[in-house]
């Protein structure tokens, strides 16, 4: 099974390899539509080895998921506590706690941008007593370094999203832009000018300033920040005009008003925010950034113990008092089914492959 995911793995980085070598080539239409038709392939080669690794292990029934769970169960987060990945966790953990009647316990692994907590997860025992909380970093830190610890499709098998959220594209209140369509003019009639700042070079935060770019073709300079709280304090403070910021992290500010909201990334609007629209509703059609978070086990974890997993997390998550401490935190449930979150991690990897190669990004 592990193979199975490897061969796809394997064929994944080394198309993002070659779309990376064309990015420092050139840009003409010829590398472009090039690039395009390899990100293609890329989304088909690994969909059929999540395919066939699905119904391989969908064809064991190992003893040992018989009683699950009979002791305690760890959940890796790859973030330091009060996170957001770490509250999603802990909201999940008593959940699950209370339905199954064994202790979940959330692990903290911060460190090396998420790829510390990864590895730790990566090589524990398939057993089910390990789970994972996979995060926008790691679909990103797939297509950005070329060498991990790790292999985010090699060597975890998604159970299921939990959770999708939103950065809030926010302004210094000195910035004269009340819109995303007035900041985009501002931003045209200003090149280089106005100032973005970030988590860090590759981080999400990051990410999603040049996804606008690229689909705006503004020039924004972009300021890295060791870290989304000297960033966010930066732009309150004037340092920096703009920020694609966590919307709960930012939402006492716009509140008070020493921050403006824009607009929400994702897709649809923030159930906790419903007033602001999404970018693409606000003058960039297609733009969707989301921070999602989800859960995944060890590759070889029994076929039993993932779909039991699978279908008590939807149970937690659609509890109408999980979905209120989620909202809270501005995190609106979205539980699937494991082939949707895989398909999900897929996407996510080429989407920010494209961006990378793009824009000349390269890990600190």
């Known amino acids: ?47 059929r080895s999540a395919l066939s690794c699905a119904l391989a292990l969908a064809a064991v029934s190992p003893a040992a998921a018989q009683g699950w769970p009979a002791k305690p169960v760890r959940i890796v987060a790859a973030s330091s506590p009060g996170s957001g990945v770490d509250l999603v966790a802990r909201v999940i953990a008593q959940k699950l706690a209370e339905q199954l009647g064994q202790a979940f316990v959330v692990d903290n692994r911060a460190g090396a941008g998420g790829n510390l907590g990864a590895e730790v997860a990566a090589r524990s025992a398939p057993d089910g007593y390990t789970l994972f909380m ?53 931003a045209k009639a200003r090149p280089g000018r106005l100032t973005y700042a970030s988590a860090g070079a590759g981080n999400a935060t990051h990410l999603a300033g040049e996804l606008l770019r690229s689909m705006t073709g503004v020039d924004l300079l972009h300021v890295p920040y060791k870290g989304s709280g000297p960033a966010l304090s930066d732009v309150i403070a004037g340092h920096a005009d703009l920020m694609f910021a966590n919307l709960t992290a930012a939402m006492p500010y716009i509140k008070s008003a020493r921050l403006r909201a824009l607009g929400v990334s994702g897709g649809t609007r923030a159930e906790s925010a419903r007033e602001l629209p999404t970018i693409a509703e606000a003058g960039v059609p297609g733009y969707n950034v989301s921070a999602w978070y989800g859960v995944l086990v060890p590759a070889g974890t029994a076929a039993e113990v993932v779909g039991r997993l699978n279908s008590e997390l939807a149970r937690a998550l659609r509890a109408p008092d999980t979905r209120a401490r989620l909202a809270a935190d501005g995190a609106d449930p979205a539980p699937g089914t494991p082939a949707e979150f895989g398909r999900l991690i897929q996407a996510e990897i080429a989407t920010w492959a494209k961006v990378i190669a793009q824009a000349g990004i390269r890990p600190e």
């Open 1 to 47: 099974m592990a193979a199975l995911f490897a061969a796809g793995a394997c064929r994944a980085r080394a198309y993002i390899a070659r779309i990376r070598g064309g990015s420092a080539r050139g840009r003409s239409g010829e590398r472009a539509a090039g690039c395009a038709l390899r990100l293609r392939w890329l989304w088909r080669t690994v969909s």
């Open 134 to 186: 996979g995060t926008p970093a790691h679909a990103i830190n797939a297509a950005l370094y070329r060498k991990l610890g790790y292999d985010l499709l090699r060597d975890f098998v998604p159970v299921s999203l939990a959770t999708t959220g939103h950065y809030v594209l926010v302004v210094n209140p000195s910035v004269p832009a009340r819109s995303v369509r007035e900041l985009l003019a501002l």
